[in-house]
């Protein structure tokens, strides 16, 4: 199933995925996914809207918990554990609609991500050697995604473009194992698309990538391995040429409909 | 940039100038107001401020805060008050060291809201309100109902058993006025430090986005929980010197009435910046003095109604005018005038169109 994965050498599995589902009320949101992503891999998730993509991103993360099946992250069964206890085992994600702090400055939102990953969350103190230590590594990941000027601006006063750049600022500087960006393309101008793709092809071969993204240029470039997604199932896996030739992606993103394969 | 420099300057000026006037206050005013006036301001300012704190930096908005003022009161008058012969005060008349009964005062005020705090931290908005509210009412009730520790007449003489340090209060009332106020610049001073802190940016970050706190590591329940704990901590301080203040506890201190006052107080100040504690306080209590004094018993002229009925117009007009009250009112202006006289590269790409997504 994942063999087209270049990175299948040292496969130690990142996130793997057994029969899981999630049901909202009646709707069944994410039915009997399997998934293996292994170490260092580019995987991109595609599918059209209400496949169940960012449903299984929240399933993965823990901000929703699976109504069916096992969610393992690096080797360790977390199907119980809370989303809190994922981010610090290496796991940072983005979100579809930025979900940022909008009350705070740039600087502080990438620091929470050290924070919340570093230890001492609950500190009522503060520890000069070690602040100065954080705020420097967030400015660091700050100039990473280029917005180290707006660092001391309110996250509620910038723009779209920008937001998408504070929240991978965010993700990167948690120092993650594996990140989720859902959709991070999404409200991009063309410039700043470019600068995304050139950063997540420049990303760290240590990290493992999982990607949500609608701009088939941007994910077909940046993934090594694709999943597609249809109501809640994965339809289809291969590589990005396998994708681009198979006629069931064709048909959903054609909207010719999809059940006569 | 250089207009937000300006208010920060014109803000520690004011800062300053309103301490140095605190400080001088009993030889610029009358007995009358040190101790009605000013002395109130502080003890309602410092409840207030445990609001605010709540609210401004965590985005709970709790009713708790007098409930929880009136349990600290009712525990040190339980504690520290003696059975005098012949006397008939109410209560459980424990006769404690009063520097021991305010220490477990405070202490069991913070556990008491560490208990309350984690039953509501999973709770938002409205139903972390309605379940605050429900904290007070307990307290009043259990205070009420419970003739062992105080019943519906009050428990009478606490400022009478206070701690060596704090000396006597009840005919040196120029001594509790700075008792209060060094409490009220130490809570401010606690928060404004606090917010500044691991725990504290955290805080901010889950009043913003509770469920990406959590995606980013945090244990968000664990601390709105805390943060409340610290809540109690600040309404346990103004509870104790409100109980000193008035000198003995009955249950209205609790009540609705009190509940709302308190919420009035914040709102009136405004609810996201600590300062509008004790703006709001004051603003409060010198608009009861005034209309206390020109409103004639009967009421008002031909509306009729007194001091609720002012209050609530002035209620109604800054929630109307600004959400934020007094010191919302006070940020917009330098918005304003940051808009108009800040550098021209301030904000150029402020409505920079969204680029369409493809799909």
Not at chain 1, 27 to 40: F, P, R, S
Not at chain 2, 88 to 106: H, R
Not at chain 2, 331 to 348: I, K, N, Q, V, Y
Request: glycine share 12%.
């Amino acid at each position: 199933m994942t063999e087209a994965a270049p990175a299948v050498e040292h496969a130690e599995p990142t996130l793997r995925l057994r029969g899981v589902g999630r049901r909202f009320g009646g709707l069944l949101a994410v039915d009997e996914v399997d998934l293996d992503v292994v170490h260092g891999e580019r995987r991109a998730i595609l599918g059209p809207n209400g496949a169940g993509k960012t449903t299984l991103f929240n399933v993965i993360c823990g901000d929703l918990s699976a109504s069916t099946g096992t969610v393992e992250i690096f080797g360790e069964d977390v199907t119980k554990k809370p989303a809190r206890y994922r981010a610090k085992m290496g796991l940072a994600r983005t979100y579809q609609q930025s979900r940022l702090f909008d009350g705070l400055t740039v600087e502080d939102s990438i620091y929470l991500a050290i924070v919340g990953v570093e230890g001492g969350r609950l500190r009522p103190v503060l520890v000069p050697g070690k602040e100065r230590e954080i705020r420097e590594r967030a400015r660091e990941a700050a100039g990473r995604v280029a917005i180290s000027h707006k660092l001391g601006e309110m996250v509620g006063s910038l723009s779209h473009g920008e937001h998408r750049q504070v929240a991978i600022a965010m993700a990167l500087a948690a120092e993650p194992k594996a990140l989720m960006l859902d959709e991070p393309a999404s409200g991009l101008s063309r410039g700043e698309r470019q600068l995304l793709t050139e950063l997540l092809l420049g990303l760290d071969r240590d990290i493992t990538l999982i990607l949500i993204e609608h701009d088939m240029d941007i994910a077909l470039r940046v993934a090594e391995s694709v999943t597609m997604m249809h109501d809640g199932r994965v339809i289809v896996e291969g590589t990005p040429d396998e994708i681009r030739a198979n006629e069931t992606v064709h048909d959903l993103y054609l909207g010719r409909g999809y059940g006569h394969e | 940039m250089t207009v937000d420099r300006t208010k920060l300057a014109t803000e520690r000026v004011i800062g300053v100038a309103a301490l140095v006037v605190a400080v001088l206050a009993p030889t610029l005013f009358s007995a009358f107001w040190l101790n009605s006036i000013l002395t109130q301001a502080l003890i309602l300012g410092i409840g207030a401020a445990s609001l605010i704190f709540l609210s401004a930096y965590g985005g709970m908005i709790s009713l708790a805060q007098t409930g929880l003022m009136g349990i600290a009161g009712y525990a040190l008058a339980n504690m520290v008050t003696q059975r005098v012969p012949g006397g008939e005060t109410k209560g459980l008349l424990l006769g404690w060291d009063p520097t021991v009964g305010l220490v477990a005062a405070i202490l069991l005020t913070v556990g008491i809201g560490l208990v309350f705090g984690a039953v509501a931290s999973r709770s938002y908005g409205i139903y972390f309100l309605m379940l605050t509210l429900t904290y007070t009412v307990i307290a009043f009730l259990f205070v009420g109902s419970v003739t062992l520790i105080g019943g519906f007449s009050p428990v009478a003489g606490v400022d009478t058993y206070t701690p060596g340090f704090i000396g006597d209060i009840v005919t040196d009332r120029e001594r509790l006025y700075y008792i209060t106020l060094i409490t009220a610049v130490f809570v401010y001073l606690l928060v404004r430090y606090l917010v500044r802190t691991p725990f504290g940016v955290s805080l901010q970050g889950i009043r913003d986005e509770p469920v990406r706190m959590a995606s980013l590591g945090y244990n968000v329940a664990l601390h709105r929980t805390i943060a409340f704990g610290i809540g109690a901590f600040i309404a346990a301080l103004a509870g104790v010197l409100s109980a000193w203040w008035f000198g003995q506890l009955s249950p209205t201190t609790m009540g609705l009435d009190a509940t709302i006052q308190m919420l009035v107080i914040a709102v009136i100040g405004g609810l996201r910046r600590i300062e509008g504690a004790w703006l709001g306080a004051i603003a409060f209590l010198m608009i009861n003095n005034e209309i206390t004094n020109r409103i004639p018993s009967s009421g008002l002229p031909v509306i009729g109604g007194t001091f609720n009925t002012v209050i609530g117009f002035i209620f109604l007009a800054i929630v109307i005018v600004s959400p934020d009250g007094l010191m919302g009112l006070w940020d917009r202006m330098w918005d304003a005038l940051r808009r108009r006289g800040g550098p021209p590269h301030a904000e150029p790409e402020g409505g920079e169109p969204a680029a369409v997504a493809s799909s």
